[in-house]
């Protein structure tokens, strides 16, 4: 199995059923997979093993679609993107919910961010390294970090992102030039230079 | 965005980037969670393959076929260089049987 491309694999999942080459599948894309979801969740590791789940499940329900127009890794990068896009929404949802709630009961609050309670797990629970990085993303938008770490970190180029998110070409860029920016920034202010 | 920006936060980066994570038991996770959907349609499918097989076979009169094609073989096999279409024939049938069982016994492994 180990040999099998991509292509071979999920003719055997759609076709056969066979769940040993979807078990190789997960292997494989496993780490870039889980990855994009610590950056995006800046570092809850639980939250983002959920999301993954969840990202694998539907990519094995849905691999009938699969046309290869793209590579396999792109198009299960578009699933997981579209799984926290979900995920991020639901959360926002919850959020205004609990403000209208608040509001009615007449009890003031500062506005936090939707992943406030995963700081204070991440901050506990990672090394300084992984705590400089995920500081330095919760700079930035949700937009703006998937691009950037699509970018940065998974080495995407700009079309390829545009395909994953589903976002034009422009607007892709403009949040890289954004993010980038406000990452440069944040990063000389706390006195990360380069060597 | 300057150069000097893009070379700080690639060098920012660059650990993150060559981040490996372990599986650590993930993917049995994901393998317990899914659905046996996918096989139960591969048994529909498979049952109605059968089904349409016999039917057909049974309305477009096979058995007489498959008669005069054996008969013709039988009666030409000692005339023929011995088995070279029988060869054929059995080769498929035993490559068909060792995938499908292998297929069949794999996808029981892994379910367990």
Known sequence: ?195 | MNDDNDMLLQQFFSDAASQHIDDNGFTEQVMRRLPLRINWFNRLWTVSCIVAAVVLFTLLHGWELLTVQLEVLFRTLPTASLGKWLMMLVTVIGGLLIAGASEVISSERVRR
């Open chain 1, 1 to 195: 199995m180990a040999n099998h491309t991509d292509i071979s694999l999920v003719a055997q999942v759609a076709v056969l059923g066979n769940r040993r080459a979807f078990d190789e599948l997960v292997r494989r894309y496993q780490s870039p997979v889980r990855r994009f979801f610590l950056n995006l969740t800046l570092g809850d590791g639980q939250l983002s093993d959920d999301l993954a789940q969840d990202t694998f499940l539907k990519a094995y329900l849905n691999i009938g679609k699969f046309k290869a127009l793209s590579s396999f890794q792109t198009w299960l990068m578009r699933i997981a993107y579209n799984v926290f896009y979900d995920y991020s929404r639901k959360m926002r949802n919850e959020k205004l919910e609990m403000r209208n709630v608040n509001v009615e009961m007449r009890n003031d609050g500062a506005p936090h961010s939707s992943f406030n309670h995963l700081h204070s797990s991440f901050l506990t629970s990672h090394s300084s390294f992984k705590l400089d990085i995920y500081s330095a993303l919760a700079q930035l938008k949700e937009d703006e970090r998937t691009c950037v770490t699509l970018q940065l970190i998974d080495g995407y180029d700009i079309a390829a992102i545009a395909d994953i998110t589903g976002l034009k070409v422009g607007t892709v860029k403009s949040h890289l030039s954004r993010g980038k920016e406000k990452m440069a920034k944040y990063l000389k202010e706390n006195g990360y230079e380069r060597r």
